[in-house]
């Protein structure tokens, strides 16, 4: 909210009561996300990563705080730092309606995408992802897509995965740092024998390990799991990855132990 009414100057919601505000943010309901003239992309993305309803898929102040320190460093050092254009068509869009939950600017909310899929509703979570994943450079949008494929789901719920349409997305969000994808993108590889075109040509299972283990270095619990149980048996010891039963159950004991808490916190 900080940063939206940094980027605005002015304040969110400011006709409604603390209650009121309290219980459209419970809902996932945010304020309209306009783009402003000459604001830096990468910003708004921040923002709008920042208001993604499940604690999973959302950063954590730290995460946010060095997203913004490094766009402040390319700002410093004058790198190429895209911002948001003007667009006259965007003078015929009334952003004063603050209320409505749908619209983020022409983008559909993500975060009712990601309330359909909780739900088990995934036509209607998939319409929402893909859509915006079209409309928007946002790696939260490509990681949806791409699991989406990976589970089938963008047919409904007992549809065929799709995991070579998948892993363009995934490593798309995977490289950029996305937690979840890195650990699909690394299973995509790992049991599917499939990769992103840019990977098809090298060392996959080196790349997939890479990514799994930067997924578990991030307290992924699936992805402690998977690299546990490859370290426990010794699967890959070319790759450092020698068999060790002490370190791998160990993972395994942290990834149980985060999903625990997880279901506590709920």
């Known amino acids: 909210m900080v940063l939206w009414e940094i980027q605005h100057h002015k304040l969110p919601y400011k006709k409604l009561t603390s209650k009121e505000i309290s219980e459209k943010i419970l809902k996932g309901e945010y304020p309209t996300q306009k783009p402003v003239h000459g604001t830096p992309v990468e910003f708004q993305n921040i923002i709008e990563s920042a208001w993604v309803h499940d604690p999973e898929e959302r950063p954590n102040m730290e995460k946010l705080y060095n997203k913004l320190d490094k766009l402040n460093s390319k700002n410093l050092l004058n790198k190429n730092v895209e911002l948001i254009s003007y667009n006259k068509e965007e003078e015929s869009i009334d952003y004063e309606d603050l209320d409505s939950p749908k619209i983020i600017g022409k983008i559909p909310d993500i975060a009712r995408g990601i309330k359909y899929h909780q739900n088990k509703q995934y036509k209607k979570a998939w319409k929402i992802f893909e859509e915006y994943e079209s409309k928007s450079n946002d790696i939260n949008g490509k990681y949806w897509v791409g699991y989406y494929y990976l589970k089938g789901w963008h047919e409904g719920t007992k549809g065929t995965p799709n995991s070579r349409a998948s892993v363009s997305f995934l490593k ?67 790759y450092g990855l020698s068999k060790d039963v002490m370190i791998g159950k160990a993972m395994i004991e942290k990834s149980r132990n985060l999903r625990i808490r997880s279901c506590y916190s709920i």
């Open 172 to 238: 798309s969000a995977a490289e950029s740092g996305h937690t979840n994808a890195q650990y699909y993108y690394a299973l995509a590889i790992i049991n599917y024998g499939v990769a992103a075109r840019e990977h098809r040509d090298k060392d996959r299972t080196k790349i997939a390990l890479e990514y799994l283990k930067s997924s578990a270095k991030q307290d992924h619990p699936d992805a402690l799991k998977m690299l546990g149980g490859i370290i426990n048996k010794g699967k890959y010891p070319r």
